[in-house]
């Protein structure tokens, strides 16, 4: 989860302490567009009076395959809009409820995935639409990322 994961600044200060989350999604797939919606929830336990902040993350997704695109065989690649926001609250460190240390944030970027048989590859970078983050906390200008994966079952085509 990004954002309040951090070990630099006050973060890294914390005490670690185990944490659960719990989250979904939904949505519809076609061969040609795709949507979905999705939400999670953080809780971090305390310990010795530090405590990590909750955080509420979403998420909104459109794709789009153009015909061009839709193989059967070959590198089968589909582009992406995504919206995801969290909103985290305080930190509490000895105690106490630190000011300055919650955030409400929402971010937007285009996204790439490419399916090869039981081979893919995505990557994307979100920039901020919205910002409003406590003032010890640091401002992200953008966030990326990119994955490689390997289905052990390969998704099966019909011959």
């Not at 010795?48 to 955080?55: E, K, M, Q, S």
């Not at 998420?59 to 193989?71: D, E, H, I, Q």
């Not at 995801?84 to 630190?98: A, M, N, Y």
């Not at 893919?120 to 970078?125: P, Y």
């Amino acid at each position: 989860m990004p954002g309040a994961d951090s070990t630099s600044g006050i973060m890294g200060q914390l005490k670690r302490a185990p944490g659960f989350t719990a989250g979904g999604a939904t949505g519809m797939a076609s061969r040609s567009n795709y949507l979905w919606v999705g939400g999670a929830f953080a809780r971090y336990l305390e310990k010795d009076g530090d405590r990590r902040p909750d955080v509420l993350s979403y998420s909104l997704v459109y794709g789009y395959r153009p015909p061009a695109w839709r193989k059967d065989f070959g590198w089968d690649w589909r582009l992406f809009a995504e919206m995801t926001g969290e909103r985290s609250d305080h930190i509490q460190h000895l105690g106490l409820t630190i000011p300055g240390t919650e955030a409400n944030q929402l971010f937007l970027g285009p996204s790439a995935l490419g399916i090869r048989q039981n081979y893919a590859i995505e990557g994307g970078v979100q920039f901020p639409v919205y910002r409003d983050v406590g003032t010890l906390l640091p401002r992200e200008r953008v966030r990326w990322v990119l994955n490689f994966s390997y289905f052990i079952f390969q998704h099966g085509h019909q011959h």
